[in-house]
């Protein structure tokens, strides 16, 4: 895999056209981490594993001749069935056996064991780099591949989606309950498994489309276009805007795509990412917008 070396000479248009298409895929994937927190209260570290199955069904149905649209479904429905299958396997286990000595961590122990043993059994992905060069946009003189553009709309019409299913929804009233008051909830007949299932279901999805969109990263910053580069920017993002904020965890994102694209070298993008994990750990605990928690016990 090759990176683009050297200080950049991006222009305003190609790096606002950047900072858009990572800042979406990375919201995307953050609030992944923002919903199942909010839902249990726990980060769950297992989330990239349905991003890495999604990029493996998109990458082995692409190489096998199958129409984009028909690889982007699989590998949604894929990453979703994986979050799921997580879930009920490794982490609810977990969160029902929270006594002893690691206590409220076993779902955090059992997460990181099932990430780093997808990761080891995970293919890497094959960049989709004949649709990459099938067209392109033009946008004062600079030209995007058509894909990029195509997954930067999906990225963000998603996420608006989610907003909307949080705000909108019985779904969402129901989770927005149990963040604020787990116990009046349950009360209510809100079920904590069930809708630890559900969502569980739309965090994976997010994390699979936001996988399959990073797939369609243009080849000067070909260095961040795989899935298993997504944790550390999703995680940073959700560590600037807070857990259990969605709008939050979108500004921390886009914080973190501009921080990226704006530094004078591609290859401190990892570092980068790294830096602000560690900044907004020791200096935000509770991240930029405390007023917007969906978990009571975030705020103040």
């Known amino acids: 895999m090759h990176r683009r070396l050297g200080r950049r000479e991006f222009t305003k248009t190609q790096s606002f056209i950047d900072i858009a298409f990572r800042g979406s895929i990375y919201a995307l994937f953050a609030i992944g981490y923002s919903l199942t927190y909010v839902a249990g209260g726990t980060l ?12 493996a069904a998109v990458s082995w149905l692409l190489a096998r001749g199958q129409p984009i649209w028909v690889a982007a479904g699989a590998g ?14 490794a982490l609810w286990p977990a969160r029902s056996r929270g006594g002893g000595p690691l206590g409220p961590a076993r779902p955090l122990i059992a997460g990181l064991a099932v990430f780093a043993a997808f990761g080891v059994l995970a293919p890497e992905p094959e960049r989709p780099t004949h649709l990459l060069h099938a067209g ?17 709309i999906a990225s963000i019409v998603a996420l608006l ?5 949080v705000r909108a929804t019985r779904y969402g009233l129901g989770l927005r309950a149990l963040g604020s008051n787990t116990p009046a909830a349950r009360a209510a007949g809100v079920g904590a498994e069930p809708m630890h299932i559900r969502t569980a279901l739309l965090a994976s999805m997010c994390g699979a489309l936001a996988a399959i969109a990073l797939l369609s990263a243009p080849d000067y910053f ?9 944790p550390l920017a999703g995680l940073a993002a959700v560590a600037l805007g807070g857990l259990s904020s969605l709008p939050a965890a979108m500004i921390g994102a886009f914080i973190v ?13 990892d570092a980068i990412a790294a830096g602000l994990l560690v900044l907004a750990i020791a200096l935000l605990p509770r991240g930029l917008l405390a007023a917007t928690r969906l978990r009571e016990t975030d705020r103040g």
């Not at 769950?44 to 990029?55: E, K, L, Y």
């Not at 429905?77 to 009920?88: E, F, K, L, P, T």
């Not at 392109?136 to 930067?152: C, D, M, Q, S």
């Not at 795509?257 to 993008?269: E, F, G, K, R, V």
Request: charged share 10%; net charge neutral.
């Open 222 to 230: 070909v260095g961040r276009s795989t899935p298993f580069d997504l």
């Open 257 to 269: 795509s501009s921080a990226q694209i704006l530094a004078p070298t591609a290859d401190a993008s």
């Open 76 to 89: 949604i429905i894929a990453g979703a069935i994986a979050g799921v299958v997580v879930d009920r396997i």
């Open 136 to 152: 392109n946009f033009r946008f004062g003189g600079f030209a995007v591949p058509k894909l990029t553009i195509e997954a930067t």
């Open 44 to 55: 769950n570290v297992a989330h990239p594993v349905s991003a890495m199955a999604a990029a």
């Open 161 to 165: 989606i989610v907003v909307a299913i």
